[in-house]
């Protein structure tokens, strides 16, 4: 199928997929140009659907990121898992993203099934090509070209940027007329509230190790917008003591590095000064309670 006529404004949506931790959420930030999804290097950080706006002189593309796909042990698991099949169903393109360090395997091949399913027209983005020699790609692309009929393969970099410019070109070419989706200021629909509770969560991701960052939630108890100061007050989610414990740390050292660190990004992020309140709370199975994933902010299946 040919592209659209190169000289009309293109727009429409596409969802990145592809396994945990192939640098997703790092390519969505890339693109759109601001920071609208946490990034970690620890698998699963990415827990909800996150829209971003991408707007270049050909037109906008409108990208999901969405978690990685994988085999759920939780019902939130379960809940990460649907968000990125059931937003296969409503876009024009997908992007399966991969990462070419590793080889492909099972967990390819059930993404591979899931874009199978959906229907959908996919381009391929290889990730990483800065962490390998440049032999070492044309294999990779050999590799995954059997696996599918893409449209096109882009090797890239989301962390250096090699190559990202040149995938949104593509990505555009390939989707319909149109004018843009949203005005061109708009990044992201995600409310603020939200994007804090999620850099809490990204600076206990960078600070705890083992289990800890998967067993941990953030939720927004209030928001107070005020004259000089927005106050902001927050739950973390532990499910046993010797996880708060060590969240809280030696005199409330591991605590209250994460606030400030947290604090510093909100700050940034809301361009005001910035009270934040952390309080740790054990709540046993939390991953498992339908109230407590609805407040975290997990759609439902």
Do not use: C
């Amino acid at each position: 199928m040919s592209p659209p006529d190169a000289a009309a404004p293109r727009s429409g949506l596409v969802v990145i997929v592809g396994r945990p931790n192939v640098g997703k959420s790092t390519l969505l930030n890339r693109l759109v140009g601001e920071k609208v999804a946490i990034v970690s290097r620890k698998p699963q950080t990415t827990r909800n659907r996150i829209l971003g706006v991408v707007n270049r002189p050909g037109g906008q593309i409108v990208l999901f990121d969405t978690p990685g796909i994988h085999k759920p042990q939780h019902e939130m698991n379960e809940r990460m898992v649907g968000a990125a099949i059931r937003t296969l169903a409503q876009v024009e393109l997908a992007l399966w993203l991969v990462d070419v360090t590793q080889a492909p395997g099972p967990g390819d091949a059930f993404v591979r099934e899931r874009l199978a399913a959906a229907g959908r027209p996919v381009l391929l983005g290889i990730n990483k090509i800065d962490r390998v020699p440049k032999p070492r790609i044309l294999p990779a692309i050999d590799s995954y070209r059997a696996m599918h009929d893409f449209l096109e393969i882009v090797p890239l970099s989301a962390l250096t940027g090699d190559n990202v410019e040149l995938l949104a070109e593509r990505l555009l070419a390939h989707l319909p007329e149109g004018e843009p989706l949203y005005p061109p200021d708009y990044l992201t629909d995600q409310p603020e509230r939200f994007l804090a509770a999620e850099m809490v969560r990204e600076r206990i991701l960078e600070h705890t190790r083992e289990e800890l960052p998967y067993s941990v939630g953030v939720i927004v108890d209030s928001f107070e917008e005020l004259p000089r100061l927005v106050r902001i007050h927050a739950s973390v989610l532990v499910e046993r003591p010797g996880q708060k414990a060590i969240l809280i740390g030696k005199g409330g050292t591991m605590l209250k590095r994460v606030g400030s660190e947290a604090r510093e990004q909100i700050e940034g992020l809301l361009g005001a000064k910035v009270y934040l309140g952390l309080f740790v709370k054990v709540r046993p199975r939390w991953r498992e309670d339908p109230k407590l994933l609805d407040e975290v902010g997990l759609e439902r299946r």
